[in-house]
């Protein structure tokens, strides 16, 4: 196993640790959260810069990676929902963009087209990473800056739809013109 699947994996793994900390309750218990979960982020970034760098991209690692993603930004949403601060409806378009544009992905491959991360897709996970990091924080920790984390959930759940409609609108017609 190269270091890019080992860093995707150990991502994997780190969810239930993150999902305990995030829904259990002791002194200290937002930063223990935030520091797994900005870990774990770290290594997103760290296995797609390593695999490109070194020449170790996978199958394995290009399957599971945006998988390992998903599962964080998910578990991490759906705990804050728990904790009351997140809004349901909010969590359930987030994810559901994740579930349609990984579907509409695994459509395109099985007819031979690749449809790589947009723009918009990146900076999504990065808003992601950025909103769930204020969220878990939460007013004790940020005061009147909370606000901020509001925002963030404004701005994700907009980028997240206009980046599914950017690959609908951009691959749609090659992807569905297969079928007819």
Do not use: H
Not at 24 to 50: H, K, P, R
Not at 115 to 121: E, H, K, Q
Request: net charge positive; charged share 15%.
């Amino acid at each position: 196993m190269n270091v890019p699947n080992f860093l995707t994996i150990l991502r994997i793994f780190s969810i239930p640790a993150l999902v305990v900390v995030l829904l259990s309750q002791f002194n200290g218990q937002e930063i223990v959260a935030l520091c797994l979960f900005l870990l774990a982020a770290l290594t997103d970034m760290l296995d797609g810069f390593w695999a490109r760098q070194k020449k170790q991209i996978t199958i394995f690692g290009q399957f599971l990676d945006p998988i390992a993603d998903k599962l964080l930004i998910a578990s991490a949403f759906i705990c804050l929902v728990e904790l009351g601060k997140v809004s349901s409806w909010m969590v359930i378009i987030i994810i559901g963009r994740e579930i349609a544009v990984t579907g509409f992905r695994a459509i395109a491959s099985s007819k031979g087209y690749n449809i790589p991360a947009s723009v918009l897709g990146k900076i999504k996970m990065v808003l992601e990473t950025g909103t769930v990091s204020f969220l878990i924080l939460g007013e004790n920790y940020l005061g009147k800056f909370y606000f901020l984390s509001q925002i963030g959930l404004w701005l994700v759940i907009a980028i997240a739809v206009l980046s599914a409609a950017e690959y609908y609108i951009k691959f749609g017609p090659r992807v569905l013109s297969k079928d007819s």
